[in-house]
């Protein structure tokens, strides 16, 4: 996709964060919205920052990622109205904290409806309509805990890996198919948005401390940058795009070190992690 002027991109999690800060971008390049989220303050604030951005046209709707009913009926809606979608980007997510034997079961489906089947429904409801645009670009937000584990992320891990399994073999579908559509996965690094304060931990884990923790040593990319990134991964047509330094740089690390990166990174949390509740 090399241009976004007219094009109608659809954003999950457009409420803050890099949905936020995409919405903004697109705005400024020309592009119809469809923007969604579950928090409507923040859904609200976005409308006002992308008209103010010069949005060409910007229609938002409450949605939860989660309920398929509800992303079906939504999909219908966003392509009666718009005529058509160019650009679909499933970002909206969450995250839980904590070692595997400490989750309860509520929370463990609560992340993989939101960070997994969220992006499948997003995926699956609008593809139709992104090949009949005939310029389609589909952008599924991973995790740089999409290419490696950590401790304490199993979940997240696992939704997140899971992400970016379905979209490569979807991107795989499109080039065998020759349908015109772009897939991009997306595997940002620590970005400065809230949702280590929004997340959910054990009852082990020190959620204050833990959300301290990555806000203070771990986000450090604003969404705006992280946002820039994404976009030029779709103007150039990128299967995967790698955001921030420490994305890169722990990425290239566990391939030099093959799956011994596990010992490495454990005995890295050991020293670094918050301390557990006891």
Do not use: C
Request: charged share 20%; glycine share 10%.
């Amino acid at each position: 996709m090399k241009s976004f002027d007219g094009k109608v991109a659809v954003i999950t999690g457009a409420g803050s964060g890099i949905g936020r800060a995409l919405a903004v971008n697109l705005a400024g390049k020309g592009a119809r919205l469809a923007l969604s989220d579950v928090n409507d303050d923040g859904l609200a604030q976005t409308v006002d920052l992308v008209k103010n951005a010069g949005a060409r046209e910007v229609r938002s709707d409450h949605l939860d990622v989660a309920d398929r009913a509800a992303f079906t009926a939504y999909a219908a809606v966003v392509v009666e109205h718009f005529g058509r979608v160019n650009l679909v980007v499933n970002n909206a997510g969450v995250a839980l904290a904590g070692d595997l034997v400490d989750l309860e079961y509520p929370d463990m489906d609560w992340i993989m409806g939101i960070n997994f089947w969220g992006v499948v429904h997003g995926t699956k409801e609008f593809l139709p309509h992104l090949i009949a645009s005939g310029d389609g670009h589909l952008v599924n937000i991973s995790s740089l805990f999409g290419l490696v584990s950590m401790p304490g992320q199993s979940m997240y891990n696992a939704a997140k890996y899971a992400v970016r399994g379905m979209s490569e073999a979807v991107r795989e579908e499109m080039l065998v198919a020759g349908h015109p559509v772009g897939v991009t996965v997306v595997h940002p690094g620590g970005i400065k948005t809230a949702i280590a304060r929004n997340a959910r931990y054990s009852d082990q884990e020190d959620g204050v401390e833990s959300a301290k923790f990555f806000d203070k040593k771990l986000a450090r990319m604003a969404p705006e940058r992280a946002a820039e990134i994404i976009l030029k991964g779709v103007e150039t047509d990128k299967a995967r795009v790698l955001v921030g330094i420490d994305a890169h740089a722990v990425h290239q690390l566990a391939k030099l070190l093959g799956s011994r990166y596990q010992d490495v990174f454990a005995n890295r949390a050991k020293k670094i992690a918050p301390t557990k509740i006891v």
